[in-house]
């Protein structure tokens, strides 16, 4: 897919690593779909990307069903049909499952903190997943659904939450390739490995060099290197139904 004069929606797309890989599409000529929770942000990320390209923002909770639904249908009806989606929007609730100390339960990993990451980083990705695949479909459009997954999904110590909803997305992924094939839509999944962000520079600077080292490229990700796989998952057009791990080697 070339992606001049298409139309983008991204979750989670008024920072971090959304608010990048909108950066990489406006760059290709894209007109986007920026959907987020933070009025301001949205407003700032829009700023950003400036007016050389058209940015529409919208405020939705990518959980709640009836949210997703009206915000696809306005984008729909605004921008005349959706050419890709990259399904961003994600949260953490960190802790472990169990937490005993000389044979007493101290903690446990509370419903609530599972179910939320759940509901965001798993449902969320279904119901956007779901409503943009609609309208490409309904208007006969060749789409690209891009779901950001982690290498998380293999598991990792106090993430149960994290690890469960991202390893469902990769899921979904292959699935949503095999059903949507025959109407021309691709669907693949990124797993970053950890990527230097606002948190991993406020990190004291023994842990994030020991993060550093554990990895053989010797340094953290970039967000520019995530919205890189973005633009080739878009350009390929014999990509589908895999995900790309963009970790530098930590996984292996």
Same mark, same amino acid.
Request: charged content about 20%; aromatic content about 6%.
């Given at each position: 897919?070339?992606?001049?004069? !298409?139309?983008?929606?991204?979750?989670?797309?008024?920072?971090?690593?959304?608010?990048?890989?909108? /950066?990489?599409?406006?760059?290709?000529?894209?007109?986007?779909?920026?959907?987020?929770?933070?009025?301001?942000?949205?407003?700032?990320?829009?700023?950003?990307?400036?007016?050389?390209?058209? &940015?529409?923002?919208?405020?939705?909770? &990518?959980?709640?069903?009836?949210?997703?639904?009206?915000?696809?249908?306005?984008?729909?009806?605004? *921008?005349?049909?959706?050419?890709?989606? %990259?399904?961003?929007?994600?949260?953490?609730?960190?802790?472990?499952?169990? !937490?005993?100390?000389?044979?007493?339960?101290?903690?446990?990993?509370?419903?609530?903190? *599972?179910?939320?990451?759940?509901? &965001?980083?798993?449902?969320?990705?279904?119901?956007?997943?779901?409503?943009?695949?609609?309208?490409?479909?309904?208007?006969?459009? !060749?789409?690209?659904?891009?779901?950001?997954?982690? &290498?998380?999904?293999?598991?990792?110590?106090?993430?149960?939450?994290?690890?469960?909803? /991202?390893?469902? #997305?990769?899921?979904?992924? #292959?699935?949503?390739?095999?059903?949507?094939?025959?109407? $021309?839509?691709?669907?693949?999944? %990124?797993?970053?490995?950890?990527?230097?962000?606002?948190?991993?520079?406020?990190?004291?600077?023994?842990?994030?060099?020991?993060?550093?080292?554990?990895?053989?490229?010797?340094?953290?990700?970039?967000?520019?290197? %995530?919205?890189?796989?973005? /633009?080739?998952? *878009?350009?390929?057009? *014999?990509?589908?139904?895999? #995900? #790309?791990?963009?970790?530098? $080697?930590?996984?292996?």
């Amino acid at each position: 897919m070339n992606l001049q004069g !298409k139309t983008i929606v991204i979750t989670g797309g008024a920072q971090g690593l959304g608010l990048e890989m909108a /950066k990489m599409c406006a760059a290709q000529g894209a007109q986007l779909a920026l959907i987020d929770m933070n009025e301001s942000q949205l407003q700032q990320a829009k700023t950003e990307l400036g007016n050389q390209i058209t &940015v529409r923002t919208y405020i939705a909770n &990518v959980a709640v069903e009836a949210e997703v639904e009206a915000t696809f249908a306005a984008i729909d009806t605004d *921008f005349d049909g959706i050419d890709g989606l %990259i399904n961003n929007a994600g949260i953490l609730r960190d802790g472990l499952l169990l !937490k005993f100390k000389d044979g007493e339960l101290q903690s446990k990993m509370s419903l609530q903190q *599972f179910q939320s990451v759940i509901d &965001v980083n798993l449902t969320g990705v279904f119901l956007c997943g779901r409503e943009a695949a609609a309208s490409m479909v309904k208007r006969g459009r !060749k789409g690209v659904i891009i779901n950001m997954s982690s &290498v998380a999904r293999s598991g990792n110590m106090g993430q149960t939450n994290y690890a469960a909803a /991202k390893a469902g #997305v990769v899921a979904m992924t #292959v699935t949503w390739a095999r059903e949507l094939g025959r109407y $021309g839509i691709r669907v693949g999944a %990124i797993a970053p490995g950890v990527i230097r962000t606002a948190m991993t520079d406020a990190m004291k600077p023994e842990a994030r060099d020991r993060l550093e080292k554990m990895k053989p490229v010797g340094r953290l990700g970039e967000a520019s290197e %995530i919205a890189h796989t973005a /633009k080739y998952i *878009f350009e390929n057009d *014999f990509f589908t139904g895999r #995900v #790309v791990e963009i970790d530098g $080697g930590i996984s292996m």
